[in-house]
């Protein structure tokens, strides 16, 4: 079955760092992938896509990368702000159904 | 330009009862999802519509039903409501099938 894997483990790092986000997915070929940002009690806002066809994709301090030979995507956040403390989510998407499918989420905790 | 709406936003429910939820896609969206966020599941698909038609349904029993309005709006419908059925029930849209999804900021619902 498709299994979605980030690491459930928070991410501490020291602000003005670059964060970094792994996704890596198995027994699935997405045709595009997005990454989103929770925060408590609040909906995911949608932050990034990427497609099968492009490597790498960049908005302001955001960057995403796809290996679909890796099965994998990373997200990257440079010169990080406590503002930024949120769980990020990762979600492939096939191209049959265009339905993604979310990972469980990584907790992001930027410290002052 | 206004963003999903979810209401209400808190329900408070007991056992066997139903409850419908109403989500509000933002202006030209036309397909609609509804998901379901736990904290032992992470967000898990319940189904799709677009056109005011199911176009995609996730693994979830019969007791989860929904549909769609001539004006994109959405209903989601729960009958015979059970302990488990205690979520953030998250409504999102988007353009068509392969954009990204804006979510709104749920309801939550919780079972006594």
């Known amino acids: 079955s498709q299994k979605i894997e980030q690491n459930s483990e928070a991410l501490n790092i020291q602000e003005g760092k670059t964060a970094t986000l792994t996704c890596n997915y198995t027994n699935y070929s997405p045709a595009y992938l997005q990454w989103y940002r929770q925060d408590p009690g609040r909906g995911p806002v949608f932050l990034l896509l990427i497609r099968e066809n492009e490597k790498e994709k960049r908005k302001e301090r955001l960057k995403v990368t796809f290996d679909t030979t890796l099965k994998q995507s990373l997200f990257h956040i440079t010169a990080s702000q406590p503002a930024d403390s949120a769980t990020y989510l990762c979600?492939?998407?096939?191209?049959?159904?265009?339905?993604?499918?979310f990972g469980r989420g990584t907790s992001l905790i930027v410290h002052p | 330009k206004a963003g999903v709406t979810q209401t209400p936003r808190y329900l408070i429910k007991t056992r066997g009862q139903q409850v419908t939820l109403s989500c509000s896609p933002i202006s030209g969206h036309r397909s609609v999802s509804w998901y379901q966020q736990t904290p032992g599941q992470g967000l898990q698909f319940l189904f799709e519509y677009f056109s005011e038609t199911q176009r995609n349904k996730g693994n979830f029993p019969g007791r989860f039903s929904g549909r769609q309005f001539s004006n994109s709006r959405s209903e989601m419908n729960v009958s015979t409501l059970e302990l488990g059925d205690s979520a953030l029930y998250l409504c999102a849209s988007s353009r068509q099938g392969d954009q990204p999804q804006h979510f709104g900021d749920g309801t939550r619902l919780s079972i006594l």
């Open positions: 979600a492939p998407a096939s191209g049959g159904s265009y339905i993604p499918t």
